[in-house]
Nanobody, 124 residues
Framework: QVQLHEAGGGTAQVGDSLRLLCSAS????????MGWFRQSKEKEHSFVAA????????YYSSSIKGRFIISRSVAKNMMYLEMNNLNIEDTAVYYC?????????????????WGQGIQVTVSS
């Protein structure tokens, strides 16, 4: 069982940076994939980024690639999302999630464990 908790959201202006944190209790194993998803109003969860807990592979959606960076610290049981050059379209509730399979890392249905979500609001 893995429990996830997000922190670090808030408000920002266009062009600013924010860093999201996800703390994981229950110690994810090496086979886990950790991901970030976001949900804006009246839309489904959309994939943002994912990383293999064991290290090595990172995956990004095309909408944020080059602006966001995913990372993790196994020693601290933490995952991070560095969000740079934010724009209005990045406004959403952001969720961290954990999956025991890497096959569908972009699909919300592949993730069994979810945090409660945290709001990120970007204004002009």
């Amino acid at each position: 069982q893995v429990q996830l908790h997000e922190a670090g959201g808030g408000t920002a202006q266009v062009g600013d940076s924010l860093r999201l944190l996800c703390s994981a209790s229950g110690r994810p194993s090496g086979r886990f994939v950790m991901g970030w998803f976001r949900q804006s109003k009246e839309k489904e969860h959309s994939f943002v980024a994912a990383i293999m807990w064991s290290g090595g592979a990172e995956y990004y959606s095309s909408s944020i690639k080059g602006r966001f960076i995913i990372s993790r610290s196994v020693a601290k049981n933490m995952m991070y999302l560095e969000m740079n050059n934010l724009n209005i379209e990045d406004t959403a509730v952001y969720y961290c999630a954990a999956s025991t399979t890497s096959a569908d890392y972009h699909s919300p249905s592949a993730y069994a464990y979810w945090g409660q979500g945290i709001q990120v609001t970007v204004s002009s």
